[in-house]
């Protein structure tokens, strides 16, 4: 199965915001809810690999 593109965690927040939800909580997730359900979008963090030379 091929893997499916990321969206920016803004561009999720804005196309659910237009569907009635709003942001109950932020720290590195976004929580949202309608009242009824509740969204947790996650924040895609960049990882920095180091590579150490002997």
Known sequence: MP???GIRQRDAV???EKLGYR???ESGH???TN???RLVIP???IKQ???FSA
Do not use: H, N
């Open 14 to 16: 804005r196309v659910f």
């Open 3 to 5: 893997k499916l593109p």
């Open 43 to 45: 924040s895609a963090q």
């Open 30 to 32: 976004i929580i949202m």
């Open 23 to 25: 942001i109950a909580r």
């Open 49 to 51: 690999t180091f590579e």
């Open 35 to 37: 009242g009824k359900t």
